[in-house]
């Protein structure tokens, strides 16, 4: 019996590849699909699309990797523009929305979309400030809380007092 190992992670490049050398040699758009689900797993790519990809390379087409489509680029929420937002609300925290829009001549839409989704901010007492956690503030919180179960369960014999001083040790050395 052949073993056979199932890849985790794939390239599309790599998926259509092995599409077109298979085509190639001649083989059917659903053993194809097999030999791939067999190697990639079920989720690499369906029949219908493997048996389009075998139609393109029987039309003529060579190449594996996407041809440039028509379109609009991304120009509001790129990279360079995150950075710029970011920068500009840690200079001024009391920004607005609307301001960051007009600086950089985008909509409000896609501003509030960089602040709010990307960078995470959220407006407290008219500041921006960050949405996540660090490690460090999330410890401190499971320490405090897991300090205020300890004590709303026990009573306040010395006995219970000195194991549930264990236990807080315990837990905040872990």
Same mark, same amino acid.
């Given at each position: ?54 139609? !393109? ?6 190449? *594996?990797? $996407?041809?440039? #489509? @028509?379109? %609009?680029?991304? =120009?509001? !929420? ?6 710029? *937002?970011? $920068?500009?609300? #840690? @200079?001024? %925290?009391?920004? =607005? ?78």
């Amino acid at each position: 019996m052949e073993r056979r190992c199932v890849l985790n992670s794939w390239s599309k490049e790599e998926v259509r590849a092995v599409i077109r050398y298979e085509w190639a040699r001649g083989v059917s758009g659903t053993e194809i699909h097999n030999h791939l689900v067999e190697v990639y797993g079920p989720g690499v790519m369906s029949k219908q699309m493997v048996r389009r990809w075998c139609r !393109t390379f029987s039309d003529g087409r060579q190449q *594996v990797e $996407d041809i440039p #489509r @028509a379109g %609009r680029t991304r =120009t509001a !929420t790129t990279d360079a523009n995150v950075g710029k *937002v970011d $920068d500009m609300i #840690r @200079a001024n %925290r009391r920004i =607005t929305i609307d301001e960051v829009a007009e600086e950089f001549g985008i909509s409000h839409e896609r501003a509030q979309n960089i602040i709010h989704d990307i960078l995470r901010y959220r407006k407290v007492s008219a500041r921006w400030v960050p949405r996540q956690l660090t490690s460090t503030h999330q410890e401190q919180r499971m320490a405090v809380s897991l300090e205020h179960l300890i004590r709303e369960n026990l009573d306040d014999s010395p006995l219970k007092m000195i194991e549930s001083n264990i236990a807080l040790q315990k837990a905040k050395s872990k």
